[in-house]
């Protein structure tokens, strides 16, 4: 897995609640048998117009975003289904790090395992962060894991909660089946057991 | 101390649990399907490993997955390479598959029950959010993302932090024309799709209690859309009822011993939950949502809400955004909406029972002129049975289409789905924006309003035809 310590970025604000999965990809694209070209399909929905071209109103198609890593979001951010699509959708598209007040259970384990930083912040930096987007269009922040802390322009700064087994595989990179398979004598002696 | 049914599993499958760490979860039904195990196959192979129990592993295709003849071919070519591709996976691992061409084919969710494969006391996982539904037996199911199909498939295992528990208790007796269906809207309209994030439901109460399986599916099923990773009922001897020779439940003596320690997996007395909701079943009307989200559900003699009315500026903005593509005015009624396409089937809505609901209601009538109506079957055998007791026909002679099994227009895959701007009345479980086609519009109700809509061609009260 990709490993996560600091990501300096302009922020793509999408000010929607409740963004499901099916926003994130829509289903039409989940008949790949591999992980490729998800990226293209990230928000499709929103991002092209009926003919296919890019829709000018939405954030992802205008240029003072172009290589934004981080995604602003609204409340309850990846409800519905538990496609993994939806993360490779946006790391796909470059994207490194989610910041919202909440986020699925579902979506949530599945962006840990891909590299991508869920980043759960109060409703009052959720405020500062998108009047910051609106007062400088692509202002950079600064997210440092280890410290858990984000570093607005200035010397605002916030902090924000992860566990610290999620924390430790994000740093470095660890492969979670690894991990697991570190335990096979264990779940070998619980299947005996079960047997008998 | 006392214990809840889901701490009970819970405790009985924890395998290690190391300090500051996710449990090490032991898996006991792994169910498989086309859409979200490619990716888990190919990275297992590049491992160079194998399934460790492809006997807790079973498989079959339902989301991609055309619902015509089965005689004719499939239309899109990336669909038909993803079941094949399930097919070759399903052999190399030395995996049980209900293929294409198996009676027993059907919704991963529909055909687990149904072959008696789920069991109370039991860890279940499936790479589908619905996956929820199998705790109507009292077993702990959710849903997980491709890379945990992969660590299933590997290790039997999972890493999972302990959620929280919230008892969802309903009481008293639904009034006539009420489902299992409108419980469940009308608690996820209550809390939001959010409300139940990093818990687990138990539903418990009399009405709970008074319901039989297969309702008790439909509400366990539609948990996730509440935030819920998983909805739990205590087994009973409704659960056993069904489950008695089934063809994998145990059979024999060993069909005693099994009921004897689901017999133990109830709620003591005295547990403690960490949330408890309450609802009261006799208050209730059918429910109908009115959004792109099933948090977004009213009564359905009631009116759309109006943004002015609300204060925070973002669930405002939400509101609108889901007016505009609903295309409805604020405070106008649903009842009496022109609707295009109903659907009748789905994890949450597609079995025996609700196919007999739905036809109750049709038998003798005929549909609308202009609507098109989909009848479509959980699994082969549903279908099989509902053609044993003529559903098939009376579908059929008001003029509805009775297809072959799959998830259809819940999640449009298939070629099943809604033209832009379409209106349709769907017993499915989510009305997302394009769920069931880019620009189609969702509204989610019962089987029993679905198929009032489908002989009014309108958004209608069942209670007035039943």
Not at chain 1, 41 to 63: I, K, M
Not at chain 1, 106 to 122: H, M, S, T
Not at chain 1, 133 to 147: C, M, Q
Not at chain 2, 141 to 149: D, P
Request: contains cysteine; glycine residues 10%.
């Amino acid at each position: 897995m990709a490993q996560f310590t600091t990501l300096t970025s302009r922020m793509l604000p999408l000010v929607v609640n409740n963004i499901d999965t099916d926003q994130i990809i829509p289903a039409r694209f989940l008949k790949a048998t591999d992980k490729k070209g998800m990226g293209e399909a990230l928000f499709a929905d929103w991002r092209y117009n009926t003919d296919g071209s890019p829709n000018p109103d939405f954030a992802l198609n205008q240029s003072i975003y172009q290589g934004a890593q981080i995604l602003l979001a609204g409340d309850n951010f990846g409800c519905g289904s538990s496609r993994e699509h939806a993360p490779w959708a946006l790391t796909g598209f470059g994207f490194r790090a989610v910041i919202s007040t909440s986020f699925a259970d579902i979506f949530r384990n599945n962006a840990l395992k891909n590299g991508l930083l869920p980043i759960e912040v109060d409703a009052r930096m959720h405020r500062i962060l998108f009047e910051l987007n609106e007062e400088t269009p692509g202002a950079e922040i600064t997210v440092d894991l280890a410290s858990q802390m984000i570093q607005l322009p200035g010397s605002r700064s916030a902090s924000f909660a992860i566990d610290n087994f999620s924390k430790t595989c994000l740093l470095n990179g660890v492969d979670e089946l690894g991990y697991i398979l570190g335990f096979a004598e264990k779940i070998a002696e619980y299947e005996d057991k079960a047997a008998t | 101390m006392p214990k809840t049914l889901f701490e009970k599993i819970w405790d009985t499958h924890v395998v290690a649990q190391p300090p500051d760490s996710p449990a090490v979860l032991y898996i006991d039904l792994h169910l498989i399907h086309e859409v979200t195990s490619p990716q888990a196959f190919t990275s297992l192979r590049e491992r160079g490993m194998k399934v460790r129990r492809p006997d807790k592993t079973v498989a079959t295709m339902d989301h991609s997955i055309p619902t015509h003849a089965p005689s004719l071919p499939i239309a899109d070519p990336l669909a038909a390479a993803q079941i094949r591709q399930m097919e070759i996976n399903a052999s190399e691992f030395g995996l049980r598959l209900y293929s294409m061409n198996s009676l027993q084919r059907g919704i991963v969710h529909v055909i687990g029950p149904e072959l008696g494969f789920t069991q109370p006391g039991m860890t279940i996982v499936c790479g589908d959010s619905h996956t929820a539904t199998h705790g109507a037996f009292g077993s702990l199911a959710f849903g997980i993302g491709t890379s945990e199909v992969e660590h299933v498939l590997a290790t039997q295992c999972l890493l999972q932090r302990k959620p929280k528990t919230c008892e969802v208790r309903v009481d008293g007796l639904l009034p006539k024309g009420v489902t299992a269906k409108d419980i469940i809207l009308a608690l996820i309209a209550q809390i939001g799709v959010g409300g139940g994030t990093g818990h687990v439901f138990e539903y418990t109460g009399s009405a709970i209690l008074a319901m039989n399986m297969e309702e008790r599916m439909t509400v366990c099923n539609m948990s996730i859309e509440g935030g819920a990773r998983a909805g739990m009922v205590a087994p009973d001897d409704t659960t056993f009822e069904y489950l008695h020779g089934r063809e994998f439940a145990p059979q024999g003596a060993a069909w005693d011993r099994a009921v004897a320690r689901w017999k133990m997996l109830p709620s003591d007395d005295g547990a403690v939950y960490d949330q408890t909701i309450t609802l009261d079943a006799s208050e209730l009307e059918p429910m109908i949502t009115f959004g792109t989200n099933p948090g977004m559900g009213i009564k359905i003699t009631g009116l759309v809400p109006e943004p002015a009315a609300i204060a925070e500026a973002s669930q405002k903005a939400a509101l609108e955004k889901a007016l505009a593509y609903m295309g409805l005015q604020p405070g106008s009624p649903l009842l009496g909406r022109q609707v295009d396409v109903v659907f009748i089937g789905s994890c949450t809505n597609g079995r025996l029972s609700d196919l007999r609901q739905a036809a109750g209601l049709m038998k003798g009538r005929r549909v609308a002129a202009g609507t098109r109506v989909l009848v479509v079957p959980g699994s082969q055998e549903v279908k099989k049975r509902a053609e044993a007791e003529g559903l098939d026909r009376i579908f059929k002679e008001a003029g509805a289409e009775w297809r072959e099994a799959g998830c259809s227009m819940c999640i449009a895959m298939n070629g099943d789905q809604l033209a832009p701007g379409q209106y349709a009345v769907s017993t499915s479980n989510r009305n997302f924006e394009g769920r069931q086609g880019k620009g189609g519009r969702t509204f989610i109700a019962s089987p029993l309003t679905a198929a009032a809509a489908a002989i009014t061609g309108k958004v209608t009260d069942a209670r007035s035809m039943v």
